[in-house]
């Protein structure tokens, strides 16, 4: 038996034992992950309704758990809630995926160009920690109270985090793998495309998921600001039940602002299990 034929066969068993060991474990991977976030969950509410319960504020002012669910559960049974739901994820998808091409074009130049990393390096980094909520008066100023306005914020608030975070992964890229590319014969862009970008991954997604935690709160912060007829948001829901005293509403908009940014982060939290799996840094 030759050694190639012996090296096959033992891929094999090695790639079999692990879909084994996946699927026998199955059940207890997700009992492990569902069981924090049920714990987590009843622990809010017991501590919810015990503020409640204290009495610190009139039920109109905050209301409970048993006054806050039946509001959400009336309302996911309308079409003007899904209509708004639809509203502020279009937007929210529009600017996040203006500031992913933004940030991508804008890291990739100033990581690689040494002049514009001394001129905009230290700039791109005040941007990101500029609160979103500053831009709204120049956003106004400039496209008035329209969604112009709400996009231009959210780009403002993901843009500089996504660029920031490609630049690390571009910076800590191993020069292993420079020489090694260009032992290959890869050159300025083919060394970019086949080389740099693929290493710098980690720190580019790790970029992406805070330049979306930048966008979901700039578009809540536009949408509460920026009210425009005819289209219904959740930050408008907000709006509106604050101007009503709606405690009940108001919880309610916001436990679905909070649901979406968990099952967001959930998204991102695959994607990273899956790149730390191609790198044989995970082998759950």
């Known amino acids: ?46 501590v919810w309704q015990g ?24 309302r996911l049974g309308t079409a003007e809630f ?5 509203v502020t994820m279009r937007r929210a998808v529009t600017g996040f995926a203006a ?32 609160p979103s909520i500053a831009w709204f008066p120049l956003a106004i100023l400039l496209f008035k109270l329209s969604e112009s306005a709400i996009l231009f914020v959210v780009i403002l608030g993901a843009a500089p985090s996504i660029a920031n975070g490609l630049i690390t992964g571009v910076d800590y890229t191993p020069p292993l793998l420079l020489r090694a590319g260009h032992v290959l014969g890869f050159r300025r862009i083919q060394l970019y495309l086949h080389v740099i970008l693929p290493a710098s991954l980690p ?10 935690a930048f966008a979901w709160r700039s578009l809540m912060a536009g949408e509460i600001v920026v009210i425009i007829a005819n289209q219904p948001s959740l930050g408008e829901q907000l709006h509106y039940a604050r101007e009503l005293a709606d405690s009940a509403g108001l919880l309610a908009t916001m436990i679905v602002v909070l649901a979406i940014g968990i099952v967001i982060d959930l998204l991102f939290e695959t994607g990273d299990n899956a790149l730390r799996r191609r790198w044989g840094l995970r082998t759950g």
């Open 1 to 46: 038996m030759s050694t190639d034929t012996h090296a096959a066969q033992l891929a094999g068993l090695d790639a079999l034992e692990i879909v084994e060991r996946r699927r026998r474990h199955l059940p207890a991977r997700l009992w492990a992950r569902l069981w924090p976030i049920t714990l987590a969950a009843g622990i809010v509410l017991a």
């Open 51 to 74: 503020v409640v319960w204290a009495g610190f504020w009139e039920p109109w002012v905050f209301a409970g758990p048993t006054e806050v669910f039946p509001v959400l559960f009336e």
């Open 82 to 86: 899904w209509q708004a739901v639809g």
């Open 99 to 130: 500031a992913v091409l933004i940030g991508l074009v804008v890291g990739a130049l100033v990581s690689r160009v040494k002049v514009l990393r001394a001129a905009f390096g230290s700039l791109i980094t005040g941007l990101q920690t500029m």
């Open 203 to 212: 720190s580019f997604l790790a970029g992406l998921k805070q330049g979306w």
